[in-house]
């Protein structure tokens, strides 16, 4: 398994137990330190399981185990992938930090404009992600055999 | 990769970018309260992201990589398997315009049960194909 597919499935499986540990305290809003916060994770707390957990899982899973672009480079453009691993976790991160507090009324410049970041952060982390697989979702054919 | 799960994963890689382009722009929309109205498309966001982006690809994958049948066709009917792929689809553009554009909620009804009958009928393919390689009759 490809060093950038363990990351991404690493990182997915720390999601989902964060994801769980959210659930939790969601539960929990009142007793919580952080109560105010705690009540507007919801959003959080499906993106951290569907983009951080499950999507990280494919990317990863589909970076692996899909057809070879190419002899020389088998999984497509590497640095592309890399990419994709920073920008999807640094745009999720950015939500699950401001999201809450601007769901909480917290209102600001810099939420506003974290969130903002995070969002386009995240769209083109799919955007990239499928640039760098649409070419390995192929056929078996003679062409393709003679390129791989 | 057989030309249905081609056909089908690069849907869903199409189906994701919709998703997440969706998703970003919902996000800002929270951020900066362009327009209300806007929230309209968190069903539209939730309906491509988990029947279009994740089920097409567990679909195409599904097909291309589970254990073959040992008589053909080796994947099921092709005919069969393509009807099931746009019924699936007509099913989540209904939906997703019922949604959107109508007030009546028939439109989205019809969609699910398309939705339903395509994954219905692709899964009942992959029910048999589910098992072990050597077994001629699980």
Request: aromatic share 16%.
């Given at each position: 398994?490809?060093?950038?597919?363990?990351?991404f499935i690493k990182t997915g499986i720390i999601y989902?137990?964060?994801?769980?540990?959210?659930?939790?305290?969601?539960?929990?809003?009142?007793?919580?330190?952080?109560?105010?916060?705690?009540?507007?994770?919801?959003?959080?707390?499906?993106?951290?399981?569907?983009v951080g957990w499950i999507t990280q899982l494919i990317f990863g899973v589909a970076?692996?185990?899909?057809?070879?672009?190419?002899?020389?480079?088998?999984?497509?453009?590497?640095?592309?992938?890399?990419?994709?691993?920073?920008?999807?976790?640094?745009?999720?991160?950015?939500?699950v930090i401001f999201e809450p507090i601007n769901g909480s009324g917290?209102?600001?410049?810099?939420?506003?404009?974290?969130?903002?970041?995070?969002?386009?952060?995240?769209?083109?982390a799919g955007l990239l992600f499928a640039v760098n697989t649409w070419s390995r979702v192929k056929g078996r054919n003679k062409k393709n055999r003679k390129r791989a | 990769m057989p030309e249905l799960s081609v056909k089908v994963i690069r849907l869903s890689l199409i189906y994701l970018v919709l998703g997440f382009t969706l998703g970003a722009f919902l996000l800002v929309n929270k951020a900066t309260n362009i327009d209300?109205?806007?929230?309209?498309?968190?069903?539209?966001?939730?309906?491509?992201?988990?029947?279009?982006?994740?089920?097409?690809?567990?679909?195409?994958?599904?097909?291309?990589?589970?254990?073959?049948?040992?008589?053909?066709?080796?994947?099921?009917?092709?005919?069969?398997?393509?009807?099931?792929?746009?019924?699936?689809?007509?099913?989540?553009?209904?939906?997703?315009?019922g949604d959107l554009a109508f007030s009546s909620n028939m439109l989205p009804f019809i969609g699910r049960i398309l939705e339903a009958i395509g994954f219905v009928g692709f899964f009942v393919l992959i029910w048999q194909r589910t098992r072990s390689p050597q077994a001629r009759h699980d």
């Amino acid at each position: 398994m490809p060093k950038l597919s363990r990351w991404f499935i690493k990182t997915g499986i720390i999601y989902l137990v964060f994801a769980l540990f959210m659930g939790i305290g969601m539960e929990f809003p009142n007793i919580s330190l952080l109560s105010t916060y705690m009540v507007n994770l919801f959003p959080s707390f499906y993106h951290a399981l569907a983009v951080g957990w499950i999507t990280q899982l494919i990317f990863g899973v589909a970076y692996w185990m899909f057809p070879r672009y190419s002899k020389e480079e088998p999984r497509g453009k590497e640095s592309l992938g890399w990419l994709v691993y920073i920008f999807i976790n640094a745009g999720l991160i950015m939500r699950v930090i401001f999201e809450p507090i601007n769901g909480s009324g917290h209102r600001s410049m810099l939420v506003m404009t974290a969130l903002v970041i995070s969002a386009i952060l995240q769209w083109l982390a799919g955007l990239l992600f499928a640039v760098n697989t649409w070419s390995r979702v192929k056929g078996r054919n003679k062409k393709n055999r003679k390129r791989a | 990769m057989p030309e249905l799960s081609v056909k089908v994963i690069r849907l869903s890689l199409i189906y994701l970018v919709l998703g997440f382009t969706l998703g970003a722009f919902l996000l800002v929309n929270k951020a900066t309260n362009i327009d209300p109205q806007i929230w309209r498309l968190l069903p539209v966001h939730i309906e491509i992201i988990v029947f279009g982006w994740v089920m097409h690809l567990v679909m195409g994958v599904a097909y291309w990589s589970f254990p073959r049948f040992f008589e053909m066709p080796k994947r099921g009917n092709a005919l069969f398997n393509w009807s099931m792929i746009i019924l699936l689809n007509v099913g989540i553009w209904m939906t997703i315009f019922g949604d959107l554009a109508f007030s009546s909620n028939m439109l989205p009804f019809i969609g699910r049960i398309l939705e339903a009958i395509g994954f219905v009928g692709f899964f009942v393919l992959i029910w048999q194909r589910t098992r072990s390689p050597q077994a001629r009759h699980d």
